[in-house]
């Protein structure tokens, strides 16, 4: 298993420019999620899905959207880059254990600077 | 108030020592509670879950006082490689998580 996967690694926008962060999981997970980390800071939550066609907002989604057409991939886009939104962005899926929690399992994230 | 509270730290400890450290939560209907790693530019990584009073895994203590509402990690006999930052992770019940900022903790020859 790859477990969750991210693509790109780094990458650098200008202000007013758009793009796409694809993730993809493999471990058949329907609870995925998109997290932002500024340094110093908690994760925030973007936005997150309990399964294929199902999207929710978390705390901080202004300036990004998501779909969800697959089980296995979640791409967040980002409309009109701006400098707020350089940060560490991180996908994560989870299941329901046996005991009823949600352990999350994450992608290696991916560093985008708005210049 | 935070949802879930951290000493930031740095903890910084040599080989060997014990060093222990907690977190705070807000929500009194919090159902389990999760250790995460992070290193440095990496993403977290789940190091143990803590479902009742606490648990032990190898050299990581783990301990929950729901009446206090706060958990704490104890790393016994540090090694170098202990070195990272500890994110306390609180589930409420449904299917998201909320994370605390996180205490480094630096381990030195």
Same mark, same amino acid.
């Given at each position: 298993?790859?477990?969750?996967?991210?693509?790109?690694?780094?990458?650098?926008?200008?202000?007013?420019?758009?793009?796409?962060?694809?993730?993809?999981?493999?471990?058949?997970? &329907?609870?995925?999620?998109?997290?932002?980390? +500024?340094?110093?800071?908690? %994760?925030? /939550?973007?936005?997150? @899905?309990?399964?294929?066609?199902?999207?929710?907002?978390?705390?901080?989604?202004?300036?990004? &959207?998501?779909?969800?057409?697959?089980?296995? +991939?979640?791409?967040?886009? %980002?409309? /009109?880059?701006?400098? @707020?939104?350089?940060?560490?962005?991180?996908?994560?899926?989870?299941?329901?254990?046996?005991?009823?929690?949600?352990?999350?399992?994450?992608?290696?994230?991916?560093?985008?600077?708005?210049? | 108030?935070?949802?879930?509270?951290?000493?930031?730290?740095?903890?910084?400890?040599?080989?060997?020592?014990?060093?222990?450290?907690?977190?705070?939560?807000?929500?009194?209907?919090?159902?389990?509670?999760?250790?995460?790693?992070?290193?440095?530019?990496?993403?977290?990584?789940?190091?143990?879950?803590?479902?009742?009073?606490?648990?032990?895994?190898?050299?990581?203590?783990?301990?929950?006082?729901?009446?206090?509402?706060?958990?704490?990690?104890?790393?016994?006999?540090?090694?170098?490689?202990?070195?990272?930052?500890?994110?306390?992770?609180?589930?409420?019940?449904?299917?998201?998580?909320?994370?605390?900022?996180?205490?480094?903790?630096?381990?030195?020859?």
């Amino acid at each position: 298993n790859a477990g969750v996967t991210q693509t790109p690694k780094f990458r650098i926008l200008k202000i007013g420019q758009s793009m796409t962060l694809q993730c993809a999981q493999d471990m058949n997970h &329907n609870y995925m999620y998109w997290y932002r980390q +500024d340094p110093g800071m908690g %994760l925030k /939550l973007i936005y997150y @899905s309990v399964g294929a066609g199902i999207t929710d907002k978390g705390e901080v989604p202004n300036g990004y &959207n998501v779909s969800r057409s697959t089980t296995e +991939d979640f791409p967040l886009r %980002l409309e /009109l880059a701006a400098p @707020s939104q350089t940060s560490v962005y991180f996908c994560a899926s989870s299941y329901s254990t046996l005991r009823g929690s949600y352990e999350q399992y994450f992608g290696p994230g991916t560093r985008l600077t708005v210049t | 108030r935070k949802e879930v509270e951290q000493d930031p730290g740095p903890f910084n400890v040599p080989e060997g020592a014990t060093v222990a450290f907690n977190c705070t939560y807000s929500n009194s209907a919090s159902q389990s509670f999760f250790w995460y790693r992070q290193d440095c530019r990496k993403e977290p990584k789940l190091l143990m879950s803590v479902y009742s009073s606490g648990n032990e895994d190898g050299r990581f203590t783990a301990q929950l006082n729901r009446a206090s509402q706060y958990i704490s990690l104890l790393i016994r006999d540090s090694k170098l490689s202990d070195s990272a930052t500890y994110l306390c992770v609180v589930n409420r019940g449904d299917y998201k998580l909320s994370f605390g900022a996180g205490t480094t903790v630096t381990v030195r020859a």
